[in-house]
């Protein structure tokens, strides 16, 4: 490289730093955020489970709803909780099989009556809600009951809502959405889901 490429280099690099810094300097506000991880490609659970251990890590307080998993294994839980993180989760009788859609709208019912507390308590800093956009799109639970505790939670409180398909009215509300592209998958390969990698 020659001194004239190095100085060109130097100077492209001071601009954007320039630029980098101005929205830096702007973004004053410090607020619970509301962030949404959705698409079809694979990350957003990690990627919500990646959060609250990142704020753990802080010292902040965190609590969890799973909406799907059920008594499934879950690696992060396994972790979380004995690191006093609350796991709300759905008991037996969830089925995922619309022949019992009662109990199923019972089981979610009953983990959002739970993480409601949380979610208007001021003592919890964030909240994930992992697999929640299901229960909406299959009516499980009210969509404005949902965007009403939400809006209503304490100021500096964070929510974390991970799921396909997330509804619109949950995207409007969100500060950060962020929309996860499956672009492959091992699935696809005949690569079966496994312990460590997958949950
Ligand atoms: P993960 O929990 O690995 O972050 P996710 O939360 O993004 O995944 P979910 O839709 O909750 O995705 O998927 C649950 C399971 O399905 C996970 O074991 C995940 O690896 C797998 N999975 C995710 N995306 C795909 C895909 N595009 N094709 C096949 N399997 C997938
Ligand atoms: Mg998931």
Redesign the pocket.
């Known amino acids: 490289m020659t001194q004239r490429d190095n100085n060109k280099h130097k100077a492209r690099q001071q601009r954007l730093k320039d630029v980098v810094d101005a929205k830096v300097a702007q973004a004053q506000t410090e607020r619970g955020v509301l962030l949404v991880l959705t698409g ?8 919500g489970f990646g959060t609250v251990l990142r704020a753990v890590g802080h010292g902040l307080s965190c609590a969890v709803a799973q909406f799907i998993k059920g008594e499934w294994p879950c690696g992060e839980r396994n972790v979380l909780e004995k690191l006093g993180v609350p796991f709300h989760i759905m008991k037996t009788g969830f089925t995922w099989n619309t022949q019992d859609r009662e109990g199923d709208t019972r089981a979610a019912e009953a983990v959002w009556q739970a993480v409601a507390k949380d979610l208007a308590n001021p003592d919890i800093d964030l909240v994930l809600l992992d ?1 929640i956009t299901y229960m909406l799109s299959l009516h499980y639970l009210d969509v404005d009951s949902v965007v009403a505790a939400i809006e209503s939670r304490p100021a500096h409180q964070h929510v974390v809502i ?3 398909n997330c509804h619109r009215r949950l995207l409007e509300l969100a500060d950060t959405v962020s929309e ?1 592209e ?1 672009v492959k ?1 091992a ?2 390969a005949g690569i079966k ?1 496994q312990q460590g990698l ?2």
């Open positions: 079809n490609g694979k990350g957003k659970s990690t990627a697999e991970t799921g396909r996860i499956p998958h699935f696809d889901a997958d949950w």
